[in-house]
Nanobody, 126 residues
Framework: QVQLVESGGRLVQTGDSLRLACARSERTLGPLVMAWFRQPPGKEREFVAAISANGANKYHSDSVRGRFTISRNTAENTLYLHMNRLKPEDSAVYYC???????????????????WGQGTQVTVSS
């Protein structure tokens, strides 16, 4: 069973930077596709970024491309989301997710991910 624990969310100001982390509890399933999703207040969960199992391919949503960067540290078994130039509309609960699926046509679909963390709150004040 994969357990994911997010950390790093907090209250920041517009234009600030923040790094979220997602610690994975085990390695028995090997490398997994991992992603960040977010859910703003009163809205549906949306895709933010994903990274392939080997780390070679990264995908970012249009709303964060150029400001956010997803990365992973295989040795530490940890996923990161580096967020720069934060805006109030980035305020949301951020979730880490992992999938055992192969290929890359589905990475933006939340239903493709079987494993989820509990979420970490990011609030950007104006």
């Amino acid at each position: 069973q994969v357990q994911l624990v997010e950390s790093g969310g907090r209250l920041v100001q517009t234009g600030d930077s923040l790094r979220l982390a997602c610690a994975r509890s085990e390695r028995t399933l090997g490398p997994l596709v991992m992603a960040w999703f977010r859910q703003p207040p009163g809205k549906e969960r949306e895709f933010v970024a994903a990274i392939s199992a080997n780390g070679a391919n990264k995908y970012h949503s249009d709303s964060v491309r150029g400001r956010f960067t997803i990365s992973r540290n295989t040795a530490e078994n940890t996923l990161y989301l580096h967020m720069n130039r934060l805006k109030p509309e980035d305020s949301a609960v951020y979730y880490c997710a992992a999938s055992t699926r192969t290929g890359n046509s589905w990475y933006y679909l939340s239903r493709a991910y079987a494993y989820w963390g509990q979420g970490t709150q990011v609030t950007v004040s104006s």
